[in-house]
Nanobody
Framework: QVRLTESGGGSVQSGGSLRLSCASS????????MGWFRQAPGKERERVAA???????RYVDSVQGRFTISQDSGKNMLYLQMSDLKPEDTAMYYC??????????????????????WGQGTQVDVSS
């Protein structure tokens, strides 16, 4: 059973930084890619960043150069370092594992697909 647990959200001022963490379990011997979605009130869920088992990454244009996704496979941890945060980054951030997905599949499969596993989410609030 895959389990994902996020931490690290909070409130910061514009220009500040936060690091989100995601602890995973139940992923042994599984092919997958992982990443972060976010959802702001009244808006659709949005892909933010993703990484595959070989460390290849992809970012949505709005966070390119400001956010960095990384992983520590030995510790089963996923991270999202967020810098130069802006009010438009305010959202609930979800750690997501795409079972049996490579990076392109993670990036293009609709978020409602059953192959995605989700954490409970962590809130990020950025004030101007």
């Amino acid at each position: 059973q895959v389990r994902l647990t996020e931490s690290g959200g909070g409130s910061v001022q514009s220009g500040g930084s936060l690091r989100l963490s995601c602890a995973s379990s139940g992923t042994a011997n599984m092919r997958y890619s992982m990443g972060w979605f976010r959802q702001a009130p009244g808006k659709e869920r949005e892909r933010v960043a993703a990484i595959d088992r070989d460390g290849r990454t992809r970012y949505v244009d709005s966070v390119q150069g400001r956010f960095t996704i990384s992983q520590d496979s030995g510790k089963n941890m996923l991270y999202l370092q967020m810098s130069d945060l802006k009010p438009e980054d305010t959202a609930m951030y979800y750690c997501t594992l795409g079972a049996r997905m490579d990076l392109p599949e993670w990036w293009t499969t609709h978020w409602t697909a059953k192959a995605y596993y989700w954490g409970q989410g962590t809130q990020v609030d950025v004030s101007s």
